[in-house]
């Protein structure tokens, strides 16, 4: 309970803290004229209420992510309570808000435009960064419509099909897509504007719910810190990097980097940008808190004395090749919340990636369009886009999900460590700028270390990730370490490469 409770009140001082830092750093112009204002078409550039946009973006970014994230990520133990706080203040709010504002300052770009301009030469970097914000977009709808349709299938026990010996729930698969179609197609204000504030509320009511269950009568069971951050995962995987790869959404994630551009077209005033893209973040960070400790204490037995995190893994034995988080969401929500609060907590979290998945059809029609330069007001020329996506995301769904999932979470790290380097770009830039007024030179002369700390982890995360999980190079448990100092030297490389780009533009 003191970890949990300490980790709360951490979160929501980083927002008005660290965030604040971040805004100066930045450098917000109020009487700036953003693109919803000058670039409105009704149909993706819509201006929208500030509160309207902060549950949109909340509801956008906390899909799967920070739930089942959350879930897969407390196997390793309360080390997972540090990263959900630490990555939120310090690298996921930061790379919420960069990609958010810069996406303003750049009349509403989408990400591989952010940073096709601010990393490397342009052309080619933002070929490669479409290419994998697609296949990022793509898998990453997959796993929020088979997600929420097992749940379902849960629920009502129909439409079920054998596929090479996986289980689809195929009538639910249909069911959501049909609604991924309309939400893709339709102007941002007809169903995503009007009703995911919604389902953003329910889904705060689900995570507070959980938490005053928790609080209330299981406070004794939950996990602590000081109870020991060795590693608690009986797969065999490392904590490090497979931790920070497996809490994608609870943290940092770059799928969140191709949301910010969609709310990006919709807000009127550069000052609502901390509330809606760190506050968000931090929203999405409580929410995984929430869901972590709930998943650490639920199979908790004190008469046996059995620790949550065990009585997880032992949950976790009992169903192999299952989808471990979608269970644990339906037996936590079922047992604490009772029927009513229950059903609406499933509801809360099968909205939640429905309305992810969409909107991730929805960035990748834009990604599209930016790069064809085509007009997105005329119906035709959306469906022309959008048809090759919804086929590609049918076909994968026939893939595992677990396989699915970890391709996912790499994919999305690896953007995230992007983004963060070309927000690293921008603000050395800024601070080297003729036209930043007098009073402002110098004062955040160092701002750039925002953004180049966590990249510079986030780049040894996700190549180490590369060298020893099961889906990249595998190499032995008894050879990691020569996993790591190879991620270690491909991390310093990048910050060599910095530095002498860095002497570049200042000789410029």
Not at 105 to 112: D, F, N, Q, T, V
Not at 310 to 316: I, N, S, V, Y
Not at 414 to 427: D, E, S
Request: aromatic share 12%.
């Amino acid at each position: 309970m003191i970890t949990f409770i300490l980790a709360l009140i951490l979160l929501v001082v980083g927002f008005f803290t660290y965030g604040v830092l971040v805004e100066r750093i930045f450098g917000i112009e109020p009487e700036r004229k953003t693109p919803a204002l000058t670039k409105t078409d009704g149909v993706d550039y819509v201006p929208m209420s500030s509160w309207r946009i902060f549950l949109v973006q909340f509801l956008n970014i906390a899909g799967l992510g920070p739930i089942f994230g959350a879930i897969m990520g407390i196997f390793y133990g309360p080390a997972a309570f540090l990263w959900i706080v630490f990555g939120t203040i310090f690298a996921g709010g930061v790379h919420d808000y960069l990609s958010g504002m810069l996406s303003i300052r750049k009349g509403g770009a989408s990400l591989p435009d952010i940073i096709g301009d601010e990393v490397g030469s342009g052309t080619g970097l933002k070929m490669f960064i479409r290419l994998l914000s697609l296949v990022l977009l793509i898998l990453l709808t997959t796993t929020f419509l088979s997600g929420p349709a097992t749940l379902l299938q849960g629920l009502a026990g129909l439409g079920t099909m054998d596929f090479h010996g996986h289980m689809i729930p195929i009538v639910w698969v249909l069911i959501i897509f049909g609604y991924y179609a309309l939400a893709t197609v339709l102007p941002v204000d007809k169903l995503i504007g009007r009703f995911y504030p919604i389902f953003g509320g329910i889904l705060l009511f689900m995570g507070i719910g959980i938490m005053i269950v928790m609080l209330g009568w299981h406070a004794s069971e939950m996990p602590e810190v000081f109870d020991g951050l060795h590693n608690r995962q009986t797969n065999g995987l490392p904590l490090f990097p497979m931790m920070f790869v497996s809490i994608a959404c609870g943290a940092i994630s770059g799928f969140h980097g191709t949301q910010s551009p969609i709310m990006a077209r919709c807000i009127t005033n550069e000052r609502q940008g901390r509330w809606i893209f760190y506050g968000a973040m931090v929203a999405e960070g409580i929410l995984a808190l929430i869901w972590a400790a709930a998943a650490g204490t639920f199979f908790a037995d004190p008469e046996k004395g059995l620790y949550g995190i065990d009585g997880l893994q032992a949950f976790a034995a009992q169903h192999p090749g299952e989808n471990i988080a979608a269970l644990v969401i339906d037996k936590v929500s079922r047992s604490w919340l009772g029927t009513l609060g229950g059903i609406l907590a499933i509801i809360g979290v099968i909205a939640a990636p429905i309305t992810s998945g969409d909107t991730a059809l929805r960035s990748a029609r834009l990604i599209v369009a930016d790069f064809l330069k085509w007009d997105q007001r005329p119906i035709p020329k959306r469906l022309i886009i959008a048809v090759p996506l919804f086929l590609c995301v049918f076909g994968m769904v026939f893939v595992d999900f677990n396989v699915v999932w970890r391709y996912f979470a790499w994919t999305n790290q690896t953007l995230a460590v992007f983004t963060l380097w070309a927000g690293t770009c921008w603000l050395y830039k800024k601070n080297l700028s003729p036209t930043l007024p007098s009073g402002e030179k110098g004062k955040y002369r160092f701002g750039y270390l925002i953004a180049l700390i966590p990249a510079l982890f986030m780049t040894m995360v996700c190549s180490s990730y590369i060298l020893i999980a099961p889906e990249g190079l595998n190499i032995a448990p008894d050879k990691r370490v020569i996993g790591y100092v190879i991620a270690g030297l491909v991390t310093l490389c990048c910050l060599v490469v910095f530095i002498v780009w860095a002497r570049k533009q200042k000789t410029r």
